[in-house]
């Protein structure tokens, strides 16, 4: 422990003194704000993997406010866990909603103003696929197929509760990178980006990207990037009970099989049943009036996108059109 030596007056005289030095209160040195379903899954366990970094946990939710996350723990203190963490080491926190978050980026500058931010991007035209299929997985997307799911979700007005959002975002808004992105540029001067196709190229020097940024000794040998299996619901009904546990029949539930341990084990079989270990295929073919909606969408995103990241993302149109 260091210690500070002072000198106070006690009897009009002087008096030395030495009293143990406070250590600065530790705080978030980065963080990776998503996208979802950009490869931040494969991050999280590479960055882990480092003696050095210690991270607050995958999609922790500390952070970001205004997202109305049913299964938030209100009741943790942010700066209670962080100085949990080893005092050397450098914090980090990964989610794949603080990018969508409109108040996450203030959040995080009022913890640190010169924290490091990552932000992980991907062509709305394949990350929407992804994410459909995940919110059906997690009981937040009741409707299986992905045409009529996006045409529900560009007309509803409201959507219904899921298990993990109140209100699910829209698919639309969620690749809305230009104004997401404004948000972290205009308060960090450390902000990197890094885009899936890069990761799937080669992720090995995707990760020494970071690695420098994030200002440690570059590795050479880096496990290759960790992909979430692409399941098929094969049982949308039966997802939606399994995740949503509606009242009525939670309790009965409880009544017939008191045991929780067994209950538990019903719920996986259940589960098993409902999803299939068969990936679905990976490109969907969208319906011609979907596909042109998101096409609009990255289009005119295209100019902001070349300016903050500085990257021509009108390749993810030219990829899509062979």
């Given at each position: ?157 409201s959507i219904a509760a899921g298990v993990h959002f109140k209100q699910r975002p829209r698919y639309a808004d969620v690749v809305n990178f230009g104004q997401q992105i404004a ?140």
């Amino acid at each position: 422990m260091e210690y500070i030596t002072c000198y106070t007056t006690q009897n009009k005289a002087w008096r030395k003194c030495v009293h143990p030095m406070k250590s600065p209160r530790k705080t978030l040195d980065f963080v990776v704000v998503g996208a979802p379903k950009c490869g931040t899954t494969s991050l999280f366990h590479t960055l882990n993997e480092r003696a050095e970094i210690s991270l607050l946990g995958k999609d922790s939710h500390l952070l970001g406010k205004d997202l109305e996350l049913p299964l938030r723990d209100h009741t943790i203190n942010l700066n209670e866990v962080i100085d949990r963490h080893p005092e050397n080491s450098i914090v980090g926190d990964v989610s794949v909603w603080y990018l969508y978050s409109e108040t996450a980026a203030q959040e995080i500058h009022e913890l640190n103003p010169s924290a490091k931010i990552i932000i992980c991007l991907r062509n709305p035209l394949e990350l929407i696929p992804s994410l459909h299929n995940q919110h059906v997985k997690g009981g937040d997307e009741s409707e299986p197929d992905l045409n009529i799911a996006l045409t529900n979700d560009f007309k509803l007005e409201s959507i219904a509760a899921g298990v993990h959002f109140k209100q699910r975002p829209r698919y639309a808004d969620v690749v809305n990178f230009g104004q997401q992105i404004a948000r972290y540029t205009e308060r960090f001067d450390n902000v990197l980006f890094v885009f899936h196709e890069d990761l799937k190229l080669n992720y090995a020097k995707s990760i020494q990207r970071i690695e420098d940024f994030l200002g440690l000794e570059i590795r050479k040998d880096i496990t290759e990037m960790e992909r979430n299996k692409r399941q098929q619901v094969v049982n949308p009904a039966l997802v939606n009970v399994i995740k949503k546990k509606p009242a009525f029949i939670k309790s009965v539930f409880r009544i017939v099989v008191p045991s929780k341990k067994i209950r538990h084990n019903i719920m996986e079989s259940a589960m098993k049943r409902a999803i299939s270990d068969d990936e679905s295929p990976s490109h969907v073919e969208f319906t011609m009036e979907n596909r042109n909606f998101i096409c609009r969408l990255i289009e005119k995103q295209l100019p902001l996108l070349r300016e903050l990241t500085g990257r021509d993302c009108s390749i993810w149109l030219k990829d899509n059109d062979e």
